[in-house]
């Protein structure tokens, strides 16, 4: 995925609300951005960090500025989850995901019950694979790891991935990592250790694990490879 415009260069002064962050601009001025992450953002919210920044054109928008990524030491961070599914879908698209190569079709929200949805469905010519997307900005010691505040939403996806392979679908949980500074990924069981217990049982029940790492730059956003992942003792 390449930015179709200019990003804007600035500072990171602080990020509040969840979805707010204060920037200083290259030319002294301070305007307030709209940061698109629900996480906390552990990890990658440093203040006086470099951010990177686009600027929608629409003139409703009450902040025309959107954080798309942030440098903490030598590499870039991408902290929009906005752009996370359409990035796995371009990267399926392009074949680079191992064995999701043939499909027919993706469909995207698709309603699993009543109060679940989940980020895609990939249909092959014969069956279908649901996979529901995280994206992971928190790395620890050169590890990516999910979540990054409790979840259980997150939760609650599993358990339907783990509900659907047990019924003969194919089911899989995609995490993208958006940063340079990882070679593996584990469940961070330190921050929710139900969600890893629950990362356990749906590998059990035949859920497959897709981690995917993409290389962030003011250029652009593309997946390059896959990594390895472990999972905690306590599973």
């Known amino acids: 995925m ?16 969840r979805f707010l962050a204060d920037i200083l601009l290259a ?29 929608s054109v629409n003139p409703k928008r009450k902040y025309p500025f959107t954080l798309e990524m942030i440098r903490i030491g030598m ?6 989850t906005g752009r996370t599914n359409a990035l796995v879908v371009e990267a399926i698209e392009k074949g680079q995901i191992a064995g999701l190569g043939a ?6 929200e698709v ?13 092959h010519k014969d069956c279908s694979t649901y996979l529901e997307v ?27 991935l783990t509900r659907l392979s047990r019924a003969g679908f194919g089911a899989g949980i995609f995490f993208l990592v958006q940063r340079m500074d ?5 469940p961070a069981a330190h921050i929710d250790p139900i969600y ?21 730059s003011p250029t652009g956003i593309h997946v390059i490879r896959s990594l390895p992942y472990s999972l905690p003792s306590l599973i």
């Not at 990003?7 to 509040?16: A, D, E, F, Q, S």
């Not at 590499?75 to 929009?80: E, F, K, L, Q, R």
């Not at 499909?103 to 995207?108: G, L």
């Open 2 to 17: 390449d930015f179709a415009n200019v990003l804007t260069n600035g500072t990171l002064i602080k990020r509040y609300r």
């Open 182 to 186: 990882a070679d593996r990924f584990a």
């Open 111 to 123: 309603k699993v019950t009543d109060h679940t949805r989940l980020d895609l469905q990939i249909m």
């Open 27 to 55: 030319d002294g001025s301070i305007i307030t951005a709209h940061c698109p992450n629900t996480g906390t953002m552990l990890s990658c919210s440093t203040p006086d960090s470099p951010v990177c920044l686009s600027r």
């Open 134 to 160: 995280k994206n992971c900005s928190l790395a620890i010691d050169g590890c990516a790891m999910f979540p990054d505040a409790v979840t259980i939403r997150g939760t609650r996806h599993l358990q339907e």
């Open 103 to 108: 499909f027919d079709e993706i469909k995207k």
């Open 196 to 216: 890893s217990k629950a990362l356990g049982e749906a590998i059990a029940a035949g859920v497959r694990v897709l981690v995917y790492q993409a290389r962030v």
């Open 75 to 80: 590499t870039w961070v991408g902290v929009n």
